[in-house]
């Protein structure tokens, strides 16, 4: 047989596009999630007496959520876990909440479903696994119960045991011999909270971002989680934790490790609380990024930023902040607070309303009974590299008892910036492990729509008058568009728009 020379030139290229391929990884891989304080989520979780979605007393307890979770700790009593409120006699737990984003997952052979908290502050994916003080089931409000599925590794044909020596081993010194399966323990930040097991390997059923693909077994490290204690007892996180940090023994890492998946994702926030992971997302070539600031011993996906603009007045400040999508809110430390609060002040066209201890916002607006739309400043951020980043959901509605009230979703912290998931509404945050950028576009999560007209209402058929999603002045009463990056200092939401990230589907089962 003779072969051309250019036959021989197009078979080379394709035996190099297939090789390239299985380097670079095989593709995208990815699952939704869902808000943890969804209708559908609350349904099954247990809430503990949580406040109507959209009150005053709702935002208090998810901002008090936040720092509970997070160690950082926001009441002054004893037991800082619980929140009372001024009406009555109603207390909520708020430890018991747990994490915000919640994810369906399976794993085994044959597989078996789990439904497991994401968190992008904490590395290892562990399960619920031959133990005898597990969460077995959940009783939902209504009555009826949810049986939760307990992880076991003799019971999955593709499972098999982490030895001591092996790389991931962090704790040999616990161990009899290098062959002993390796022990782990993790403490989180919430008073008395950790798991506590064996690591394993196993299969993790991912399905391809492409159309009419079938579930491919990406084998993971996880942990054998034999004994959980503190929170996870309560609700927090029953059915395992699925960490998504920067060390070696996170999901991505081994998906990476394995070649089946760039070591990147992303996490996108959409319409009615169904967002989306995706592992082996590198992003796009037209999205904004700016660099990671890894920092030893315990990396997070911390990032500069070096400009604050509200209304089109731009303020130089350098500082540090860490994306975190499980943290609710954004906490700035006090001269980034500053600048952006009183920014905020001293242009907002609305009546400062006095707020108290029902609120946990410090800057609120009254809302004109007669108005159906109003005008706030935009407020924007420049992060290292020069990349700009619109906040298109920097506001909360609330309804008052003597009016409605809109809030700047902005508190102050001490230690560390945190930019929250209302700042990250409406982007594909990608987090891109091997450039060691974190990067960002406008996305709707699902249609891959990423127009500046394309974002969702958020409407809701639970509140009258609910808020606020931003566009263009100009578009006033046109409920559905996305502010304008380029010129326009203000917003003008209409308030026929629902409140501004909380969500409504939930089809994990």
Same mark, same amino acid.
């Given at each position: 047989?003779?072969?051309?020379?250019?036959?021989?030139?197009?078979?080379?290229?394709?035996?190099?596009?297939?090789?390239?391929?299985?380097?670079?990884?095989?593709?995208?891989?990815?699952?939704?999630?869902?808000?943890?304080?969804?209708?559908? #989520?609350?349904?099954?979780?247990?809430?503990?007496?949580?406040?109507?979605?959209?009150?005053?007393?709702?935002?208090?307890?998810? !901002?008090?959520?936040?720092?509970?979770?997070?160690?950082?700790?926001? !009441?002054?009593?004893?037991?800082?876990?619980?929140?009372?409120?001024?009406?009555?006699?109603?207390? #909520?737990?708020?430890?018991?909440?747990?994490?915000?984003?919640?994810?369906?997952?399976?794993?085994?052979?044959?597989?078996?479903?789990?439904?497991?908290?994401?968190?992008?502050?904490?590395?290892?994916?562990?399960?619920?696994?031959?133990?005898?003080?597990?969460?077995?089931?959940?009783?939902?409000?209504?009555?009826?119960?949810?049986?939760?599925?307990?992880?076991?590794?003799?019971?999955?044909?593709?499972?098999?045991?982490?030895?001591?020596?092996?790389?991931?081993?962090?704790?040999?010194?616990?161990?009899?011999?290098?062959?002993?399966?390796?022990?782990?323990?993790?403490?989180?930040?919430?008073?008395?909270?950790?798991?506590?097991?064996?690591?394993?390997?196993?299969?993790?059923?991912?399905?391809?971002?492409?159309?009419?693909?079938?579930?491919?077994?990406?084998?993971?490290?996880?942990?054998?989680?034999?004994?959980?204690?503190?929170?996870?007892?309560?609700?927090?996180?029953?059915?395992?934790?699925?960490?998504?940090?920067?060390?070696?023994?996170?999901?991505?890492?081994?998906?990476?490790?394995?070649?089946?998946?760039?070591?990147?994702?992303?996490?996108?926030?959409?319409?009615?609380?169904?967002?989306?992971?995706?592992?082996?997302?590198?992003?796009?070539?037209?999205?904004?990024?700016?660099?990671?600031?890894?920092?030893?011993?315990?990396?997070?996906?911390?990032?500069?930023?070096?400009?604050?603009?509200?209304?089109?007045?731009?303020?130089?400040?350098?500082?540090?902040?860490?994306?975190?999508?499980?943290?609710?809110?954004?906490?700035?430390?006090?001269?980034?607070?500053?600048?952006?609060?009183?920014?905020?002040?001293?242009?907002?066209?609305?009546?400062? %309303?006095?707020?108290?201890?029902?609120?946990?916002?410090?800057?609120?607006?009254?809302?004109?009974?007669?108005?159906?739309?109003?005008? %706030?400043?935009?407020?924007?951020?420049?992060?290292?590299?020069?990349?700009? %980043?619109?906040?298109?959901?920097?506001?909360?509605?609330?309804?008052?008892?003597?009016?409605?009230?809109?809030?700047?979703?902005?508190?102050?912290?001490?230690?560390?910036?945190?930019?929250?998931?209302?700042?990250?509404?409406?982007?594909?945050?990608?987090?891109?492990?091997?450039?060691?950028?974190?990067?960002?576009?406008?996305?709707?999560?699902?249609?891959?729509?990423?127009? !500046?007209?394309?974002?969702?209402?958020?409407?809701?058929?639970?509140?009258?008058?609910?808020?606020?999603?931003?566009?263009?002045?100009?578009?006033?009463?046109?409920?559905?568009?996305?502010?304008?990056?380029?010129?326009?200092?203000?917003?003008?939401?209409?308030?026929?728009?629902?409140?501004?990230?909380?969500?409504?589907?939930?089809?994990?089962?």
């Amino acid at each position: 047989m003779v072969w051309c020379s250019s036959c021989r030139i197009m078979l080379l290229g394709l035996v190099i596009m297939l090789v390239s391929d299985k380097v670079q990884g095989f593709g995208e891989f990815g699952f939704e999630f869902h808000h943890r304080f969804s209708d559908r #989520v609350v349904g099954v979780l247990p809430g503990d007496g949580l406040p109507s979605r959209g009150s005053s007393q709702y935002y208090r307890v998810m !901002a008090h959520r936040d720092r509970v979770i997070r160690g950082r700790r926001l !009441a002054t009593t004893q037991d800082q876990s619980l929140v009372s409120f001024a009406d009555g006699n109603k207390t #909520v737990r708020v430890d018991a909440l747990g994490f915000l984003h919640y994810a369906n997952v399976s794993v085994g052979t044959p597989s078996d479903w789990f439904l497991v908290a994401l968190d992008t502050g904490s590395d290892l994916f562990w399960l619920p696994c031959d133990c005898t003080n597990c969460v077995r089931e959940l009783k939902a409000p209504g009555g009826s119960s949810l049986e939760l599925n307990i992880y076991s590794p003799n019971a999955s044909s593709t499972s098999s045991k982490v030895p001591c020596n092996s790389s991931l081993c962090t704790r040999g010194d616990r161990c009899a011999s290098p062959n002993s399966n390796c022990p782990y323990q993790i403490r989180y930040l919430s008073n008395g909270t950790s798991s506590t097991g064996v690591l394993v390997e196993d299969v993790l059923h991912l399905v391809s971002n492409e159309k009419n693909s079938k579930p491919i077994p990406a084998r993971v490290t996880l942990g054998c989680g034999q004994v959980q204690t503190g929170v996870f007892h309560d609700g927090a996180a029953p059915n395992g934790l699925f960490g998504l940090g920067l060390e070696d023994i996170s999901v991505p890492s081994v998906l990476a490790k394995e070649g089946i998946a760039a070591n990147s994702f992303s996490m996108c926030f959409g319409n009615d609380g169904a967002g989306r992971i995706s592992f082996g997302d590198r992003g796009s070539v037209d999205q904004r990024e700016t660099p990671l600031n890894i920092r030893q011993p315990h990396p997070t996906y911390n990032i500069t930023v070096t400009q604050i603009s509200v209304g089109g007045n731009t303020g130089d400040l350098e500082f540090h902040a860490v994306f975190d999508s499980g943290t609710s809110f954004t906490y700035l430390t006090a001269e980034a607070y500053t600048l952006i609060t009183e920014s905020f002040n001293s242009l907002a066209l609305d009546k400062r %309303y006095q707020t108290d201890s029902e609120l946990p916002f410090e800057y609120c607006y009254a809302l004109s009974p007669n108005k159906d739309s109003f005008q %706030y400043p935009a407020v924007n951020l420049t992060m290292k590299g020069g990349g700009s %980043y619109p906040v298109y959901h920097p506001l909360v509605v609330i309804p008052m008892k003597d009016t409605d009230v809109y809030c700047l979703g902005v508190m102050k912290i001490e230690d560390i910036s945190i930019i929250g998931q209302n700042f990250m509404t409406g982007y594909r945050v990608v987090f891109d492990r091997e450039k060691l950028v974190l990067g960002w576009k406008e996305s709707d999560c699902f249609t891959g729509e990423t127009s !500046a007209r394309v974002l969702p209402s958020n409407r809701s058929s639970s509140s009258a008058r609910p808020p606020a999603s931003s566009f263009e002045p100009e578009a006033t009463n046109i409920p559905s568009e996305r502010p304008s990056t380029s010129s326009s200092s203000y917003y003008s939401p209409s308030l026929t728009i629902s409140f501004f990230y909380f969500f409504s589907v939930l089809a994990f089962l």
